[in-house]
């Protein structure tokens, strides 16, 4: 499966990034990267100001909106007023789930997607959201 997964037209989630995810990103045209992983959550990932320094120097804008475990409220409301916007963005944890989880929740939110639908784009995506309250 690639790395970078489709769950919505113009939106991507993705485990860890690297360079190579941050140069596939811009070529697929997506503008913005967030990254929802706090610093420190494993041994050797890269800081945030890191991974920072690689987006910006790719011309693609960075946001880091660290969440642990089940994405509060102000952090898919953040998450959502990244997204208002439009612009093609991807989202990235560890495994994806969070980043995944977060998009749901601030799509569900926004009452633009039925929770089916929310779902079933996550599953294709390879992730199981049916126990996520949407």
Do not use: F
Request: with cysteine.
């Amino acid at each position: 499966m690639e790395r970078l997964r489709s769950i919505a037209p113009g939106i991507y989630v993705a485990g860890q990034i690297d360079a190579e995810d941050i140069k596939a990103a811009a070529a697929l045209g997506l503008t913005r990267i967030i990254n929802n992983r706090p610093d420190g959550e494993d041994p050797g990932q890269p800081e945030s100001q890191a991974v920072e320094r690689a987006v910006r120097d790719a011309g693609m804008d960075y946001v880091h909106i660290p969440i642990m475990g089940m994405p509060a409220s102000d952090q898919v409301k953040a998450v959502g007023q990244q997204l208002a916007d439009g612009k093609p963005t991807l989202l990235y944890c560890r495994s994806g789930m969070r980043s995944t989880a977060a998009w749901a929740l601030a799509t569900s939110a926004g009452g633009t997607h039925s929770p089916e639908a929310i779902r079933a784009s996550a599953a294709e995506a390879g992730y199981d959201l049916s126990r996520l309250p949407l």
